[in-house]
């Protein structure tokens, strides 16, 4: 029997520029013939990416709440029918978000709570977490700068400081004593960022 795969979240504010150094480490781990599964969140699933569109459309009056509960039935549908049983094949899943951001946006910047957040995490998604989370960070100044390029915003990609800095804020506090993180200067250039990417990647599943 194949041994279980792990499970690697990526994290961050907005435009940190994690889903590229995400595909490159795709075509990184094609080559070494690493079996693996690049998914994301919300998404990652043919009914979550239908729920990723009803939460990311500004037009959509939902409120926090509601929000949360969307969130968290997408995941535990992304978790069964895609991260669970390609870690049973032994596959590396790496996604683009995950719990983390919940914690954050939903449950710290929005209000809901955070320890309300681990327990409804606990309650509803058996506690699955990631073997690892890397969390990007970078100024909210850089950010605010980045996002004036961006051409095609979501909801939280708001040209807003303080939102930012508290988005910042929360992944500090939660990340904070816990050694499931590693922590990334996102201010740092491309192929440097990878390159530590991949040499901690080679630790995990080594
Ligand atoms: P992204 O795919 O560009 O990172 O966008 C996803 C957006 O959804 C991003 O603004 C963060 C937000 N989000 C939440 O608010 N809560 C969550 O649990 C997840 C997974 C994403």
Redesign the pocket.
């Known amino acids: 029997m194949n041994k279980i795969g792990k499970f690697i979240s990526f994290e961050g504010p ?1 435009a940190v520029g ?2 590229s150094q995400i595909r490159s480490l795709g075509i990184y781990l094609k080559k070494l013939k690493i079996p693996y599964l690049l998914t ?4 990652g699933t043919i009914v979550s990416e239908k729920i ?1 569109k009803i ?2 459309d500004n037009k959509n009056d939902i409120s926090n709440n509601e ?1 949360l509960l969307l ?1 968290m039935s997408s ?1 535990l549908n992304h978790i069964n029918n895609v991260i669970k049983p390609a870690m049973n094949k032994g596959k590396l899943v790496i996604s ?11 449950c710290y910047v ?1 209000g809901y709570g955070i320890s309300k957040g681990l327990k409804l995490h606990k309650d509803l998604l058996d506690n699955f977490l990631p073997n690892k989370t890397f969390l990007f960070l970078i100024s909210p100044e850089e950010i605010i700068k980045r996002l004036k390029k961006r051409k095609k915003n ?4 708001k040209i807003n400081l303080s939102f930012h800095k508290k988005i910042i804020l929360g992944y500090k506090k939660i990340s904070k004593s816990d050694n499931r993180f590693i922590l990334i200067n996102a201010n740092k250039n491309f192929n440097y960022i990878q390159k530590i990417l991949r040499s901690e990647i080679y630790k995990i599943i080594n």
């Not at 994301?40 to 998404?43: D, H």
């Not at 683009?96 to 914690?103: A, I, K, L, Q, V």
């Not at 979501?154 to 990609?157: A, E, F, G, S």
Request: a neutral charge; glycine letters at 4%; one cysteine or more.
């Open positions: 907005e994690k889903s994301r969140e919300p998404g990723r939460i990311l929000e969130l995941r683009d978000r995950f719990c983390d951001s919940t914690f954050v946006y939903q929005n979501n909801k939280y990609d």
